[in-house]
């Protein structure tokens, strides 16, 4: 289960820190604004550097096993960790693709 649902998962956070950082980012970007895309960023990025690096996942605790039995979980675990921390509001008007 964790084969599929983690990637599932991680593929559906980063997507939605980039949403974030797209509605956030202005050419106005205060603090508030950069604290709303900021925590929710650095949250993952512990989520993710804790099971790339220490082999703890959430709610199922210290599991080397599943690394052991996956490889490219912990592969799909770094790359997130720096997506999201690319995720970060941007002092710039942003577009969404399609909009381009």
């Not at 950082?21 to 960023?41: A, D, V």
């Not at 999201?84 to 693709?97: C, M, R, T, Y």
Request: with cysteine.
């Amino acid at each position: 289960m964790t084969a599929w649902l983690f990637p599932l998962l991680s593929a559906l956070g980063v997507f939605l820190a980039f949403s974030l950082r797209i509605l956030l980012s202005s050419k106005k970007l205060g603090y508030t604004k950069f604290y709303l895309g900021m925590i929710p960023n650095m949250l993952a990025m512990r989520t993710h550097y804790q099971i790339a690096d220490l082999d703890i996942f959430p709610l199922l605790g210290y599991r080397p096993d599943i690394i052991d039995e996956h490889i490219f979980i912990g592969w799909l675990a770094l790359a997130c960790f720096f997506l999201h921390a690319s995720a970060f509001p941007v002092k710039q008007d942003l577009n969404w693709w399609w909009k381009r």
